[in-house]
């Protein structure tokens, strides 16, 4: 998948942790800063700002969602974004097949397959990041 290896290669993280709690799996997160800022849910739904300062951080999360599911040919799709100080947290993954050959699903319990993706596109609003990029309305 070139668009992973180029999400990667281009972005910073912050650590997670890993776990094991009564028995489960559990991840924990570095402590962020700042005011938390829901962009979409992993469902696909779309929560557009009311602060104006936020508006074209919403724009530009909603042309990388858009742009995500493009550029894999429409394979996957990035849900689930939400931001602190203007950086992006905790995104989860969309997939247009939910299992693989072998019945495994991917990307685990919260890949939400076409849900995700037929959400999105009924709430998603075109914007000139979407035109700047080339992308389909």
Same mark, same amino acid.
Do not use: W
């Given at each position: 998948m070139k668009f992973f290896h180029l999400l990667l290669n281009s972005s910073s993280h912050g650590? =997670?942790?890993?776990?094991? !709690?009564? $028995?489960?799996? =559990?991840?924990?997160? $570095?402590? =962020?800063?700042? $005011?938390?800022? +829901?962009?979409m849910n992993n469902n696909g739904t @779309?929560?557009?700002?009311?602060t104006e300062d936020h508006q074209e951080v919403y724009?530009?999360?909603?042309c990388l969602v858009h742009f995500s599911y493009t550029f894999s040919e429409k394979k996957i799709m990035l849900v689930d974004l939400q931001s602190s100080m203007f950086k992006l947290y905790?995104?989860?993954?969309?997939?247009s097949e939910f299992t693989s050959d072998t019945d495994k699903s991917?990307? @685990?319990? +919260?890949? !939400?397959?076409? =849900?995700?993706?037929?959400t999105?596109?009924?709430?998603?609003?075109?914007?000139?990041y979407c035109e700047l990029m080339g992308l389909k309305d």
């Open positions: 650590k =997670v942790f890993h776990s094991v !709690l009564d $028995e489960l799996p =559990v991840t924990m997160e $570095e402590f =962020v800063p700042g $005011e938390f800022q +829901r962009y @779309c929560y557009a700002t009311l724009a530009k999360a909603e905790d995104p989860e993954i969309a997939t991917y990307f @685990c319990a +919260r890949n !939400l397959s076409h =849900v995700s993706i037929d999105f596109f009924k709430e998603h609003e075109y914007n000139k």
